[in-house]
Structures are given as C-alpha cells and as structure tokens.
C-alpha cells in the first residue's frame, strides 16, 4: 500500500460515498428542472401537463416523460434519508406487522374451532 494513501475508514467512506450520492442527485434535479423551465418556455406553457400536450411529437413527450420519471425518483431518493420519512416507514411496518399478527390469529381461531366442534358429538 501506498504511504501517502490514506485508507478510509468504514464509516468514513460512507459518509463521502452518501456526500457523492446526494451531490449528484442534487445535480441530476437541477438538470431536470432546468430541461423542464425551458421546454415550458419554448411551448408557452406554465405546467406541465400542458407540456405533454403540447410537445412536439412521441420522442419529445418521452422525454419529457422520462424527465419527470426522473425527478419523482431523485425525489424519492430524497426522502429515503429524511428521519421523518423513516419514522413513517417504522409506524407502517408496525401496522402491518399488527395486521398480521391478527390475521394468523383468526386463521387459527379458525382452525381450531371445527375441531373443537368434532369433539362435542
């Protein structure tokens, strides 16, 4: 190894790795913004559902399309390290892991009572 290489340790290179993550997203949305202002502004359009509408054939609509399929992912992306967001995400597995619980309950609520039945004639 190299002595002027100075290794990372793990959670280092986590942090520069999630700092370079969120770095390109934030770049990837600039970039989606910006194709879609001026796409708004070719077509006299303030939204963009007029901006489907109104692109200039299947191959501009696509990628408009595909520009906003973008956006909701990095908006997504986004969200995956907000603490509020995984606050909600443990409050859903908590629901439905509850729901599941009472479901197998029933189930064998279920299966037990027809034997119980058989036992009674």
């Not at 197998?104 to 009674?120: C, D, G, H």
């Amino acid at each position: 190894m190299d002595r002027g290489f100075q290794a990372l340790r793990d959670d280092e290179a986590v942090r520069a790795e999630k700092e370079l993550s969120d770095a390109t997203m934030r770049n990837l949305k600039n970039q989606i913004d910006k194709y879609l202002a001026r796409k708004m502004r070719q077509r006299h359009v303030d939204n963009v559902r007029d901006l489907l509408e109104r692109a200039n054939g299947p191959y501009e609509r696509q990628r408009i399309q595909y520009a906003l399929d973008m956006k909701k992912a990095v908006d997504t992306y986004r969200r995956l390290d907000d603490p509020n967001a995984e606050a909600e995400r443990q409050e859903k597995l908590d629901v439905q892991n509850r729901l599941e619980t009472q479901a197998k309950r029933q189930e064998n609520k279920r299966e037990q009572a027809p034997a119980a039945e058989i036992n009674l004639h």
